[in-house]
């Protein structure tokens, strides 16, 4: 899902080569002798321009609904993420 938020923030000019990260985590059970992914949780990072705060939040309200990954697994993995963004002048 990161790729797919970099390249929304690249189209409103909002470089993320170095300004996008993310931490990722999740909940693995055991069912049947199985093990399954059960809950995945992003935890974003963004360095952004001043005066770009609507812009990535456009970014942010989007990127699921054109990331693949998300698409593919969104009804049987519980998906959640989260951003802290900082200003940079």
């Given at each position: ?14 470089p ?5 990260s ?5 909940d ?19 360095s952004i321009p ?12 989007t ?23 900082t200003?940079i002048p």
């Amino acid at each position: 899902m990161l790729g797919t938020l970099s390249a929304a923030l690249d189209v409103r000019q909002i470089p993320s080569e170095e300004n996008a990260s993310a931490t990722v985590e999740g909940d693995i059970s055991e069912i049947d002798d199985v093990l399954q992914i059960r809950a995945i949780r992003i935890a974003y990072q963004l360095s952004i321009p001043a005066g770009k705060r609507e812009q990535t939040a456009r970014a942010m309200e989007t990127h699921a609904d054109k990331c693949p990954a998300y698409q593919s697994v969104k009804n049987c993995i519980d998906v959640s993420w989260t951003v802290v963004i900082t200003e940079i002048p």
